[in-house]
């Protein structure tokens, strides 16, 4: 694909020039004769790099870059100046101009530059692509549920999401917490940095405490070099910790630390760490209960319960059963190329009967489990687990 050069240039002998120059390089090349007329063609057109004069009417270089910046940050933007505004130049590049060139134009040096500032401009372009389809596999669209007690947790989430509170989710296992957790980091401002997940129950105290802070070299047997933690891969993003309540009381009290200071040191290690992680924990234990029991620090539990969303077991919402059966028929049809169209009325009764102690993840394998035995193109309660079969149905 040609890469598209936009030139702004109120000198049009410069001008024709520096276009002729670039199309005996292949690119496509757009004109504009001040920065007014370049800032309409790139708000219409698709852009990939900006050279623009640093003096010129109606809106000079610096003034251009900021709202080019403002409408496609990925844009990369080259400014050209006299010697008597290299000064100015140099204050634009902090704010984001790629690089600036001296009037006469060393055309060799020009040739470099914008090869290496498309380089950039593809590079964050495919970041951005891959943040959208991010959001799109992780965002709200992914959590169904029209029942009252959902739209409360959409509404709950969308509130939290732009800001940096701490959020506790709580639920039990099934109830979608991770996928929760994703639609909040991929909605945040965070949302093109780190997403790190640690299942706290699945791993020992003393692994534990190197996932999340790392380790320094020697520090225990078998520590054969330094190894950085989930914090500081982390660090300007988000850290999911799910199920926190089975932590150890070493441990919380280091984490706490970390929340309250933003700070830590590697085990075995002397150097203070400094970050910025925003932190959203999961469980399914009554975390007040641990506190009044005394099995988990109060003042940690205020750290973490900054935002509390509760996530309904599928018990209670069982009117969100026919779209959650829906959601998972289009998932597996479109994994496995099948053309099951939806589910009979008697079989969805079954469903709507079973008190789902599994929650979405048992009612998402019981779907997968019909689909592979359907023959037609509906799901028929014969084609339901045993278990969900042996329910009665009124």
């Known amino acids: 694909m040609k890469r598209t050069i936009l030139i702004?240039?109120?000198?049009?002998?410069i001008l024709e020039g520096l276009k002729k120059f670039l199309l005996k390089r292949d690119y496509e090349v757009?004109?504009?004769?001040?920065g007014a007329r370049a800032l309409k063609t790139a708000q219409k057109e698709d852009v990939h790099?900006?050279?623009a004069d640093l003096l010129m009417p109606k809106l000079d270089g610096i003034q251009l870059l900021k709202k080019v910046k403002e409408i496609k940050s990925h844009i990369q933007v080259i400014l050209m100046t006299a010697h008597g505004t290299i000064e100015k130049a140099v204050e634009a590049t902090k704010g984001g101009a790629y690089d600036f060139l001296i009037k006469p134009l060393d055309l060799k040096r020009m040739e470099l530059?914008?090869?290496?500032?498309?380089?950039?401009?593809?590079l964050l372009e495919e970041n951005i692509e891959l943040q959208n389809k991010l959001k799109d596999k992780f965002g709200f669209k992914n959590i169904i549920g029209r029942s009252s007690v959902m739209k409360r947790v959409f509404e709950i989430i969308r509130q939290v999401s732009p800001r940096r509170s701490n959020i506790l989710i709580y639920g039990e296992s099934g109830t979608g917490k991770e996928l929760v957790a994703n639609a909040i980091h991929y909605s945040s401002p965070r949302a093109s940095m780190p997403f790190i997940k640690v299942n706290c129950s699945a791993l020992g105290e003393g692994v534990l405490e190197s996932e999340?802070?790392?380790?320094?070299?020697?520090?225990?047997?078998g520590a054969l070099g330094k190894r950085l933690g989930r914090f500081e891969l982390a660090n300007g993003g988000t850290i999911l910790l799910d199920e926190v309540g089975t932590i150890s009381a070493h441990l919380q009290t280091k984490l706490l630390r970390a929340i309250q200071?933003?700070?830590?040191?590697?085990?075995?290690?002397?150097?203070?760490?400094?970050?910025d992680v925003r932190l959203i924990t999961a469980t399914n234990i009554d975390l007040k209960k641990a506190v009044q029991d005394g099995r988990f620090r109060e003042d940690?539990?205020?750290?973490?319960?900054v935002v509390t969303v509760t996530l309904p077991p599928l018990r209670e919402r069982k009117e969100d059963i026919p779209f959650l059966v829906d959601h998972f028929i289009r998932k597996y049809n479109k994994e496995n190329q099948t053309r099951i169209k939806g589910i009979s009325s008697r079989a969805l009764k079954y469903l709507l009967r079973y008190p789902w102690p599994g929650n979405i993840r048992e009612l998402e394998n019981c779907i997968e489990s019909a689909m592979a035995f359907a023959s037609?193109?509906?799901?028929?309660?014969?084609?339901?687990?045993?278990?969900?079969?042996?329910?009665?149905v009124p």
């Open 376 to 392: 037609g193109d509906s799901i028929s309660p014969e084609h339901l687990p045993d278990y969900i079969q042996g329910s009665q």
């Open 300 to 305: 940690l539990y205020y750290r973490l319960n």
């Open 212 to 221: 999340l802070f790392g380790h320094e070299k020697g520090a225990f047997t």
């Open 8 to 13: 702004a240039e109120d000198d049009p002998h």
């Open 261 to 275: 200071e933003r700070e830590f040191e590697r085990v075995g290690g002397e150097k203070t760490i400094k970050v």
């Open 30 to 34: 757009l004109t504009a004769p001040d």
């Open 113 to 122: 530059i914008i090869e290496k500032a498309l380089e950039k401009e593809s």
């Open 49 to 51: 790099l900006i050279i």
